[in-house]
């Protein structure tokens, strides 16, 4: 059995900011992040747009990011929530500032703030069009430099172990990959930061890792999980042979000009917003696939032939050298682009203070619901949320670390048995493409009572298949995995039976 302060299971944006917080203030405590593959394999790692704050320099008002925060989330966000997290913003971007990452200025010094869909102002932080992975490698860096966190790769947590008597969260059973051992890991405090759950989808920008494991564990020992229905497409993923994720044509690029267009050229936006291209993003999103259904072609086109001058390639290098990489001369050709699951509004329920409603247990960036984001979050508030929350958690921290005491009465506790010989390969991928396309069918853009039915059948097929296939009860990571992204479509199918009315990101059409 190993013994750590803190478990940190994630190694994003909220999984090192929470660690490199704790083990600068408590040098002689062990801290222990886990990351499933290596570290530069995160939903954050891949946030182009990048954070949005109002700093005290700008000419910017924390009431104007609250009422964005508001009308974009379609005024179902916890309004004191969102004041605190806008309010605390500065500081927290502050801290991030202080850990070396590295935001864009313009020539007179002062920070370049980007504009994006929903902002009333240009207020979004950003290191040209790689936000996310300046933030991670600086993050990475810092935490690299704390003795006592140990930052380990390959580990996957299989189950988190609690204790029932006092509903609270001890640790959790570690699949080292390396050792190829289940270790048994009791910690004072599980933080949970596994972010997002892009991959039910057939079509995400999510990178392949983002498979709800943090969600499906912690529901799985009965904590509290909402809002799983609100998922966040977003509206211009490049279109074309995607892989594992589809490639993010930032929002940013609407913010510096860029105008959507149908297979007739028309730049359509008026007609569904008087905000245009920059309306929120559940608006353009299902403004594009509307666009879509009425065309021959399964895509819109972003226009951004006119900005070409005004020094995109040196604001969206990444983006351009891959529009460069598929024969796209952006001086003159549209860039091909459609939705794609992007983000989950909801997650693990927690309290102003980051808790979860399991004693022990915080959860933070993605994987949480905090009541920021209403039914539909507004551009680069991610990020964001992520930072003020690891903050809050820390904030509580102090309060309650010194008085915890470990639990290591676990040994009654079933883990799955990993054998790593046994090769579900082919039948899993074809499971897990399976319900990435149904997902992707019925369970998108626009939903109806009829595709969410038939859904629930679906993932109730699959999920029996699954279990045929595991008939030896041996597992692999990858079926494990599998195992999770099957918890988060029921998760997502019931509650959007629940939903009684439209809002924000859900939308079915016979409510
Ligand atoms: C983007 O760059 O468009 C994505 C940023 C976000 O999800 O907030």
Not at 60 to 73: P, R, S, Y
Not at 306 to 321: L, S
Not at 387 to 407: C, G, M, P, R, W
């Amino acid at each position: 059995m190993i013994k750590r302060d803190f478990l940190v299971i994630g190694a994003g944006i909220a999984g090192l900011s929470y660690a490199i917080k704790v083990a600068s203030k408590w040098p002689k405590s062990k801290i222990m992040v886990l990351s499933k593959e290596g570290f530069d394999n995160s939903n954050t790692q891949y946030a182009q747009g990048g954070i949005a704050g109002v700093l005290p320099c700008s000419n910017d008002q924390v009431n104007k990011h609250v009422e964005d925060t508001m009308i974009a989330g379609d005024h179902k966000n916890d309004k004191e929530i969102v004041e605190m997290v806008v309010s605390e913003a500065s500081e927290s971007i502050d801290d991030l500032i202080n850990w070396g990452v590295d935001f864009d200025k313009n020539n007179k010094g002062k920070y370049d703030l980007g504009l994006e869909g929903g902002h009333s102002k240009n207020r979004v932080l950003h290191h040209k069009d790689f936000t996310g992975k300046e933030i991670q490698d600086k993050l990475l860096r810092q935490a690299e430099n704390l003795s006592n966190i140990e930052l380990l790769h390959h580990n996957f947590a299989l189950e988190l172990i609690n204790n029932k008597s006092n509903n609270r969260v001890i640790g959790a059973y570690i699949y080292n990959a390396e050792s190829e051992k289940v270790e048994t890991v009791v910690s004072k405090i599980v933080f949970i930061a596994t972010g997002g759950i892009g991959q039910v989808y057939k079509i995400t920008t999510n990178p392949n890792v983002a498979t709800g494991d943090g969600i499906a564990l912690a529901y799985r020992i009965g904590a509290n999980v909402e809002g799983m229905e609100l998922v966040q497409f977003h509206p211009t993923a490049l279109f074309g042979d995607i892989g594992d994720r589809a490639f993010l044509i930032s929002e940013a690029v609407r913010g510096a000009g860029a105008i959507l267009r149908n297979e007739n050229g028309e730049a359509y936006m008026e007609k569904y917003d008087v905000r245009k291209d920059l309306a929120p993003r559940d608006i353009v999103a299902r403004a594009n696939l509307n666009e879509i259904r009425n065309s021959t072609i399964p895509y819109v086109y972003l226009d951004v032939t006119h900005i070409q001058d005004n020094g995109f390639e040196k604001h969206f290098p990444v983006i351009f050298a891959k529009c460069k990489e598929l024969g796209l001369n952006l001086k003159k050709d549209y860039i091909p682009v459609a939705p794609a699951a992007h983000y989950l509004c909801g997650g693990i329920s927690v309290n102003k203070k980051g808790k979860s409603s399991l004693n022990g247990m915080y959860a933070c960036g993605e994987c949480s619901s905090t009541g920021l984001h209403g039914t539909n979050r507004l551009a680069s508030n991610s990020l964001l949320e992520a930072v003020v929350y690891a903050n809050q958690s820390y904030k509580n921290t102090l309060n309650e670390f010194d008085n915890i005491e470990f639990e290591v009465d676990v040994d009654d506790f079933w883990h799955p048995v990993i054998n790593k010989n046994i090769s579900l390969d082919l039948p899993l991928k074809e499971l897990r493409k399976k319900l990435q396309w149904l997902m992707s069918s019925y369970m998108a853009v626009e939903k109806s009572d009829e595709s969410i039915n038939t859904m629930a059948k679906e993932v109730e097929k699959i999920s029996s298949n699954f279990e045929k296939l595991i008939h030896s009860k041996a597992y692999t990571i990858k079926s494990l995995e599998f195992r999770n992204l099957l918890s988060i479509s029921q998760l997502i199918v019931e509650h959007s039976k629940e939903r009684k009315s439209n809002s924000g990101v859900f939308f079915n059409k016979d409510l």
